[in-house]
């Protein structure tokens, strides 16, 4: 039993550095795009990221979820064969319907997902992006079923780091639309050599019974679950689609980057979601109930803290952040960036506690909330543009921090409404929160021209505040940061 405790911790620990090497890595990428290419470069990169994150989920129809989950439930190679190969057939007769559609309808797919006709060159590089990135995600989901840890994790940091930074670094006189097609290309030829990882289950006979058995058993799960996660694809790219059809390249993206640097959190993250679902799973399974509920309380109380510090230094130093990471050109998109980062607290709270909805609770609360979210992102885009409110592009990103906020807002009163509490307990942190990091945020304003010459300075001056933060609230007896110590392991004994 310490064996397998011991095991998991590792992998969940592997997987929480992987995902740090790509979050640097990806402020590397963009840096050096940045530089190479300015704000227009960017923002064709950026849309294309954009447009790709939103048709991959249409194009694997849940399949990432649903691979992995019964590959992990299979019990011998000809059953993993069948989910692979129906997993497999599915998604690459999408996609190639679809890719052939749009290469077909060139100058239609430019004119309405870029904005323009005359981004009709990014076409080709953004089929080649798209095959790679499916291939990616899909191999990635069968990987994880078979519990390669090590391998999967190693496909993340050489497809979403290490090939797009050599890229960058090699071929440093060619155009943008060029530059996409070398990073799709890599792309997919890394994912197919993974492939060989599980070549022997691919190879491997099934007969015509047990193929049919597994392809309605992945389409009848994976199927249910692919609306959510199209939907939350629309919130997190629509806006960057919209302002293609209404302002500059530049502009887009700047809202684009931004809502990347938004979903990096989520990133971060995501790795909870390996210990929480099946942990607290387990405990609803043996009716443990109130050891969820004192959990889930300390959660919510911990995101609340936390991120309510983050997003303020946020707001505070986020022109820095961009002079020191894009540079002084791209100072265009502080007012952007900030709109988008008040937005963060909510952001990280329901990619945390989607997991935990997703555990207690059959009934697709998630998936209400994200339609609900979405919904609210595209009333108000067109409340503020039917009343000329602000510029195109201002508009699109208070409407694209009204739909995460109304997202994060939802999840709290789903997670509130299975495990009541007294409101006034929660009000009272919120308070709290809200009023420390108000003295800390002007401690910051205040030494901010002091600190910002050299960036470490900064790095420095943060990692001293928190600690302050943290000393305060332990002054002043704060549940959440006394219980700390003992819940940091998320002991369930």
Known sequence: MKFELKTTFKEVFLTFLTEAIVLVAFLFIYRLIAKQFGPEGLGEYSLVKRVIGFF????????????????A????????????????????????????????????????FFGNISYVDLIMPFSF?????????????????????????????INLSLAPLA????????????????????????????????????????????????????????????PSNFAMAGLMSLGAIFAA????????GYLSVSQQLLGAAGIVLAPLGVILLPKISNLISQEREEIVRENVNFIIVTILY?????????????????EYWLGQEFISALPIMRIVFFSLVFYAFFSVMANILDAIKNKPLNTINIFISLGAFLLMTGILFLFNFSSPIISLSIAFAIGMICLGTLTYFSIRKIYPEN??????????????????????????????SRFYYLILFEVLLFLIYLLILWLLKIDWIRKLPQKIMFNTN
């Open 245 to 252: 059809h209404f302002t500059s390249i530049e502009e887009v």
């Open 423 to 452: 409101p006034l307990k929660d009000i009272n942190h919120l308070l709290v929160a809200v009023g420390i990091n108000i003295l800390l945020g002007g401690v910051a304003i205040f030494v901010k021209n002091f600190i910002i």
């Open 56 to 71: 991959l989920p249409l194009l694997m129809l849940g399949i990432w979820v649903g691979v992995p989950r019964y590959v």
């Open 73 to 112: 439930m299979t019990k011998n190679q000809a059953e993993r064969s069948s989910y692979l190969k129906a997993g497999w057939l599915v998604v690459t007769t999408f996609t190639f319907i679809f890719l052939i559609f749009v290469n077909s309808f060139k100058e239609y797919f430019a004119k309405i």
């Open 167 to 226: 890229i960058l670094l090699l071929f440093q006189n060619i155009t943008i639309d060029k530059l996409i097609g070398l990073i799709g290309i890599a792309t997919f030829g890394i994912a197919l050599f993974s492939s060989l990882f599980f070549i022997k289950d691919f190879l491997s006979n099934v007969s015509k019974e047990q193929f049919k058995e597994s392809f309605k058993k992945l389409i009848y799960y994976s199927f249910p679950r692919f």
């Open 306 to 322: 936390c991120f309510i510090f983050v997003s303020a230094q946020s707001l505070i130093f986020t022109d820095v952040v961009i």
């Open 129 to 157: 992006f798209l095959a790679g990135s499916i291939l990616h995600t899909f191999n990635y989901a069968y990987l994880r079923g078979k519990l390669l840890v090590k391998i999967f994790n190693s496909l993340q940091i």
